[in-house]
Every structure is written in structure tokens, then in C-alpha cells.
């Protein structure tokens, strides 16, 4: 399975790492895992997906294949969704999704940047490092 998904702070944040070659059933399959982990966190849930150690994409066509996708019964847990990506394509790859979904979403290059930002929006937060 070219991810993993789990909680990076129990129930508050959820941390999922792609490597390798991305298809898009993996993201189906991860979209899944992400929102059993939602039903069982406590508001607001943020979500950090990093894709800086993927190798291919599947094309940017699939992401038809998703609008269809009900988040509706998460919606009210969400706080942020988090993208970390180096590569300018995946960073406009990822920012297909944001209307689709109508998140709050930002995109950062590195984790630590990634954790800085959520770091400053919900003091809620323990030390995240």
C-alpha cells in the first residue's frame, strides 16, 4: 500500500503519508481510512497529507472520478486540510480538490512548515514537535 494513514496528535490531527506510484483507488481507500478516523476525533480534526515522497500521480482527469464523494457527516469535524508538496504540479494537483470538498486547505513544502502553520491556527493544539 503506497500510504499510511493514523493520528499524528490522538484524535485531533491525522497525519497521512503517500510514497511511490499513486492510483487513484489508493486515494479512495485513503479517503476512507481518513474519515473512520474523523467519526471517532474530537472537533476540530485537521488533516496533513504529505505527498512529498510520491514518484507518480495518477492524471489530473481523476479528479472527476471524485467529485461524487460525500463528506457531508465529517463536514462539522474538519478544521484544516493540510497538503505537503514540493512539486509544483501536485501543488496544483492538490488545489483541484479544495472546490470539490470546499475545504479550509493550505499547501506547504515541508511538514515543519505544515506544523508551524496549524501550530499558530488552533491553540487548542499541544506542541506539535
Known amino acids: 500500500m503506497p500510504f499510511e494513514v493514523g493520528w499524528y496528535v490522538e484524535n485531533r490531527v491525522i497525519l497521512t503519508r503517500y510514497t511511490g506510484?499513486?492510483?487513484?483507488?489508493?486515494?479512495?481507500?485513503?479517503?476512507?481510512?481518513?474519515k473512520l478516523l474523523m467519526m471517532q476525533g474530537t472537533p476540530l480534526i485537521h488533516s496533513i497529507i504529505d505527498l512529498?515522497?510520491?514518484?507518480?500521480?495518477?492524471?489530473?482527469?481523476?479528479?472527476?472520478?471524485f467529485r461524487s464523494t460525500d463528506i457531508g457527516d465529517v463536514r462539522l469535524k474538519l478544521g484544516w486540510?493540510?497538503?505537503?508538496a514540493d512539486n509544483i504540479i501536485l501543488k496544483f494537483g492538490t488545489s483541484l480538490f479544495t472546490p470539490i470538498f470546499k475545504l479550509?486547505?493550505?499547501v506547504f513544502s515541508t511538514?515543519?512548515?505544515?506544523?508551524?502553520?496549524?501550530?499558530?491556527?488552533d491553540n487548542t493544539l499541544p506542541p506539535l514537535k
Open 81 to 84: 486540510s493540510i497538503i505537503v
Open 21 to 34: 506510484i499513486i492510483a487513484a483507488d489508493d486515494i479512495h481507500e485513503q479517503m476512507g481510512q481518513t
Open 104 to 106: 479550509r486547505q493550505r
Open 111 to 121: 511538514l515543519d512548515e505544515a506544523l508551524n502553520f496549524l501550530q499558530g491556527e
Open 52 to 65: 512529498s515522497q510520491i514518484e507518480k500521480w495518477p492524471p489530473l482527469n481523476v479528479v472527476n472520478e
